[in-house]
């Protein structure tokens, strides 16, 4: 296993890959790990060692009972809460302009290349 660390966005989600960072952390496999990286998401990466002693799990942080691990603390350019309300899924009939802005919010990158059905299949559940 290997821990990614999300330091931009620590709730982000890449569907394609089935990875969903928790508190900016996600514990994947080691060939999950590589296609992340190397899809470039912005501020992911490898944690450090001293931050890839956790184990199994859905991307939380792990805790021994004896070890505290917080979350990694907000990059001084993101803001410690956000300032905008969570993306709710748009209707299916929605223009293709809001699947674009909902896709946005679940893992950065140019959505507007793809169809409004594509969006809605990888992004819409």
Not at 2 to 16: A, F
Not at 33 to 54: F, I, K, S
Not at 84 to 111: I, N, S
Request: proline fraction near 13%; charged fraction near 25%; hydrophobic fraction near 30%.
């Amino acid at each position: 296993m290997i821990r990614l660390i999300s330091e931009k966005y620590p709730q982000l989600q890449l569907p394609s890959f089935k990875v969903k960072f928790v508190n900016g952390v996600a514990d994947v496999d080691d060939e999950t790990a590589a296609a992340v990286l190397a899809y470039g998401p912005e501020g992911v990466r490898a944690a450090d060692e001293d931050q890839a002693d956790g184990g199994e799990g859905d991307g939380a942080p792990v805790n021994d009972g004896q070890t505290e691990h917080p979350p990694p603390a907000p990059s001084p350019e993101t803001p410690a809460t956000p300032t905008t309300p969570a993306a709710e899924l748009p209707p299916k009939g929605a223009p293709k302009a809001d699947w674009v802005a909902y896709a946005d919010t679940q893992d950065p990158g140019d959505h507007s290349q793809l169809t409004k059905d594509q969006l809605i299949e990888q992004y819409g559940g």
